[in-house]
């Protein structure tokens, strides 16, 4: 695959985690830069990155031949506005924020090779679930070159342009909702004599075989759930549902175009 050299624009959890996917793979750019208005930022991920350059202007990072747009939705089209000079039509441009579609994006920049990418977290080991789509403009080629890139960071795969906010929530965002939960059972099973080693190892291994037998078994969930007879939680799923319909939904409204 052919170097390039990276600018980010924005230098927050996203990039922390796209530099450290990078890292994982030992992948090697021409070069890599980024800008973020918080100087603390930048400082601390040259700190942790030394290689990258920390540039001063969105739009000397937006001069790079692939560059990621890594700031929220309503910076997005502000953003553009300051850069829009300092791209070509050579330069690849990839957002990684719901909400602003392609259609809008390219009636700002002068150029063709749009990308929309919905990035995950798990990335920063190398196991990203990413959804991507093109502006129809590219060729194959391009696409070629993008998906080789990104597939460092775990799986990416395209998708429509329209289906992106829906994965944001349950791909993106998914982690979130169980995390927490994952990281509280570890606390009570160390109050119920486990060792911190042996309540990580107990969760991880029947998480896996949990994710695999409601997804890779050939039976139905309603068979899977009722596999277990005592559910100690039980009661509560239906209030547990109703935060999900409510929370999801209602975000899910703020994000979709």
Known sequence: MKTK???FIGGGRITRIFLQAFANKKAIFDSISVFDTNQETLQAL???FPYIQVISSAAEAAAKDVVFLAVHPPLVMDTLEKIKSAVNEQ???ISLAP???????AAVLPIN???RLIPSATSVINHGYNPVCFASGMSEIQKWYILEMLNLLGHTFETAEEKLEGY???SAMLPTYFWFQWNELENIGVNFGLSDGECRE???ETLNAALNTMYRSGMSPTEVMDLIPV???GENEEQIKGIYQEKLTGLFGKIKP
Not at 99 to 105: A, S
């Open 5 to 7: 050299s990276l600018g």
């Open 46 to 48: 040259k700190l942790q």
């Open 91 to 93: 330069t690849i441009f």
């Open 99 to 105: 909400k602003i579609t392609i259609i809008r994006m």
């Open 113 to 115: 090779q749009i990308i």
């Open 168 to 170: 944001a929530l349950l």
């Open 202 to 204: 107990s969760i991880y």
């Open 231 to 233: 559910k100690p939680i």
